[in-house]
């Protein structure tokens, strides 16, 4: 199946530093890339939805300036956590679809960033 | 509104079956996905029903009916290893995935 690799891992960083995490589709194109946060014994809650070269839709709550996302070409969506806080401490999950005729959402690994 | 709903939380024995039931009330619908997770990790696909009826992927089989907004996932044969959440989601008329709160499922020998 598709893959998709999605960097770092882990993260641990300062209160009031940014972290980037990539996520990239390695062998398709993807027109959407989903950013979903995930706190302990909870389900996905999506962050916002990018689309390839326009601006990304956030949900409601989900603050623009704070968690910039970029996706600039059709393998490669990045999150930027700015200024980050230890209430931003969670697991960060990319995932991409193809466009039309979608039969699965492919996910990266994810990424659980620790502010401290 | 949306909304996705699975129970929270049930129990089998291994070597057993267990039916995780899913309804959802969606803006359009373009397909239903069953994914497995264990903790921290990422979602695993399991499965993508977009037309009525069952399939059938090994010990793994889901259902769908539309016009009653429900479908199922059924696990025979259960082994530990099948100790997991089990996330239901729904793709909407803007190809966004509605997401259920997941149902954790515990294997006890």
């Known amino acids: 199946g598709a893959v998709v690799s999605q960097h770092p891992s882990r993260v641990i960083c300062k209160s009031g530093t940014s972290v980037k995490i990539e996520c990239r589709s390695l062998d398709f194109q993807a027109t959407t890339m989903f950013w979903y946060r995930q706190f302990p014994k909870q389900s996905l809650m999506l962050m916002a939805t990018?689309?390839?070269?326009?601006?990304?839709?956030?949900e409601q709550g989900v603050e623009k300036d704070k968690f910039l996302i970029n996706h600039a070409s059709l393998t490669l969506s990045t999150l930027t956590v700015t200024s980050a806080h230890p209430e931003d401490s969670s697991f960060y999950i990319c995932?991409?679809?193809?466009?039309?005729?979608?039969?699965?959402?492919?996910f990266g690994q994810g990424t659980r960033l620790t502010v401290v | 509104g949306q909304n996705i709903d699975q129970p929270t939380e049930m129990t089998a024995t291994e070597g057993a079956i267990v039916q995780i039931n899913c309804t959802y009330q969606t803006s359009g619908f373009n397909g239903l996905f069953w994914y497995q997770q264990h903790a921290g990790e990422a979602p695993t696909f399991l499965s993508y029903n977009v037309l009525d009826g069952l399939e059938e992927k090994g010990r793994f089989s889901s259902f769908l009916s539309r016009s009653k907004g429900y479908s199922y996932l059924l696990l025979k044969e259960l082994q530990m290893k099948d100790s997991a959440s089990y996330l239901c989601?729904?793709?909407?008329?803007?190809?966004?995935?509605?997401w259920g709160a997941g149902t954790k499922l515990i294997i006890k020998p």
């Open positions: 995932s991409a679809i193809t466009g039309t005729g979608v039969t699965e959402a492919f």
């Open positions: 989601a729904v793709m909407d008329s803007n190809y966004q995935l509605i």
């Open positions: 990018s689309n390839e070269g326009s601006k990304a839709t956030y």
